[in-house]
């Protein structure tokens, strides 16, 4: 009922700054180091696997995690190493082979827990009432950001690719459905 008719543009995924979108970009170009790829071919079994169009893709991608994300350790773990960056952004990066740059989910931290580790929640069950449970858990992701880890089930995922196990995927996966 008059007027001209509009196309609309729908985007889909997270809008990203023009600025974090060139920040990602300039990461993505950047060769990685000598250091890091080291770590990649010796201690992610998965990269050995893949052909090299998406082992170019996955280096990048790390280029890009280890840029944007913070690690931190959990309790019981004393420090974070260089090793332990690298094989969590590969991981991670497995799950996001292929995916525009845009739609990365909106990870910042990294909590690294020496082993598996108690996670204590509150939930309100169908009759109202507020439970508290604990659980032991090897990985979560949380909506603000955050993606839990236990290092051990991260090295033993990155060493055994056959066991189709990897719950850094598994937790990437849920970022992704996320948002």
Do not use: K, N
Request: with cysteine; net charge positive; charged share 25%.
């Amino acid at each position: 009922v008059g007027g001209p008719l509009r196309r609309t543009r729908h985007r889909t995924g997270p809008m990203l700054s023009r600025s974090s979108a060139w920040r990602r970009a300039r990461r993505r170009r950047q060769p990685l180091s000598r250091q890091r790829l080291a770590i990649l071919e010796s201690r992610l079994a998965y990269y050995a696997c893949l052909p090299e169009v998406e082992q170019a893709e996955l280096r990048a991608l790390v280029q890009v995690l280890l840029g944007e994300w913070s690690f931190e350790a959990g309790a019981g773990l004393t420090e974070i190493t260089e090793e332990m960056r690298v094989l969590v952004a590969g991981q991670a990066a497995l799950a996001l082979l292929g995916r525009p740059l845009a739609e990365l989910p909106r990870l910042r931290a990294v909590i690294l827990y020496p082993g598996d580790y108690r996670a204590q929640e509150e939930r309100l069950t169908p009759e109202g009432t507020w439970v508290r449970s604990s659980e032991v858990r090897v990985g979560e992701a949380w909506d603000h950001g955050v993606m839990v880890l236990s290092w051990a089930e991260v090295a033993h995922d990155a060493a055994h690719p056959a066991d189709g196990r990897c719950v850094t995927v598994h937790e990437m996966a849920h970022a992704l459905d996320a948002q």
